[in-house]
T-cell receptor, first 113, second 114 residues
Framework: GDSVTQMEGPVTLSEEAFLTINCTYTATGYPSLFWYVQYPGEGLQLLLKATKADDKGSNKGFEATYRKETTSFHLEKGSVQVSDSAVYFCALIFTGGGNKLTFGTGTQLKVEL | EAEVAQSPRYKITEKSQAVAFWCDPISGHATLYWYRQILGQGPELLVQFQDESVVDDSQLPKDRFSAERLKGVDSTLKIQPAELGDSAMYLC????????????FGQGTRLTVV
């Protein structure tokens, strides 16, 4: 079935460092891809999305590009801040699979001064 | 700003006891989702409602879990009897129309079964 694999955490970075969180997917068709963020004590929030190959999703300085050839959707940010500390989830929807969100296991990011 | 309300935020229960969680979606949202998030894993859909009707409960362990949304507004998720493996965060989400990516999530109820 459809699945998402993302790098394990926790990831600890210094403020202003470059961030990459890897995400790869397995799907029989062409899913829509998402990154969600869960800040401490808050609900899950949609961070960005891409619905077709070569699309780039972006929000709050974060970017991810839908790469069909490598089945990847890596999350990047050029300069992280302490306020970016959170758990990040990669997810997909394959409409042929009942239109369900399938999440990865999450990657915890901690940004230190 | 409108938000999805869940209660309680935390619940500790003994195994074999009954436990219930409540969710109040954003006003006007017809679609409601319950997810379970086990520690170290991503959320997994348990049940989806469209108004008061169940759209998908294929992953709901129906021998012990039940969910209802009687008037198509707020919803209750019940576990009876609770087992140690039910310890998890239970998330509720709602959306104006179908499409889980359009949903807004509540803060969740953290259940610990002892």
């Amino acid at each position: 079935g459809d699945s998402v694999t993302q790098m394990e955490g926790p990831v600890t970075l210094s403020e202003e460092a470059f961030l990459t969180i890897n995400c790869t997917y397995t799907a029989t068709g062409y899913p829509s891809l998402f990154w969600y963020v869960q800040y401490p004590g808050e609900g899950l929030q949609l961070l960005l999305k891409a619905t077709k190959a070569d699309d780039k999703g972006s929000n709050k300085g974060f970017e991810a590009t839908y790469r069909k050839e490598t089945t990847s959707f890596h999350l990047e940010k050029g300069s992280v801040q302490v306020s970016d500390s959170a758990v990040y989830f990669c997810a997909l929807i394959f409409t042929g699979g009942g239109n369900k969100l399938t999440f990865g296991t999450g990657t915890q990011l901690k940004v230190e001064l | 700003e409108a938000e999805v309300a869940q209660s309680p935020r935390y619940k500790i229960t003994e195994k074999s006891q009954a436990v219930a969680f409540w969710c109040d979606p954003i006003s006007g949202h017809a679609t409601l989702y319950w997810y379970r998030q086990i520690l170290g894993q991503g959320p997994e859909l348990l049940v989806q409602f469209q108004d008061e009707s169940v759209v998908d409960d294929s992953q709901l362990p129906k021998d012990r879990f039940s969910a209802e949304r009687l008037k198509g507004v707020d919803s209750t998720l019940k576990i009876q009897p609770a087992e140690l493996g039910d310890s998890a965060m239970y998330l509720c989400a709602s959306s104006l129309r179908q499409g889980p990516e359009k949903a807004f999530f509540g803060q969740g109820t953290r259940l610990t079964v002892v």
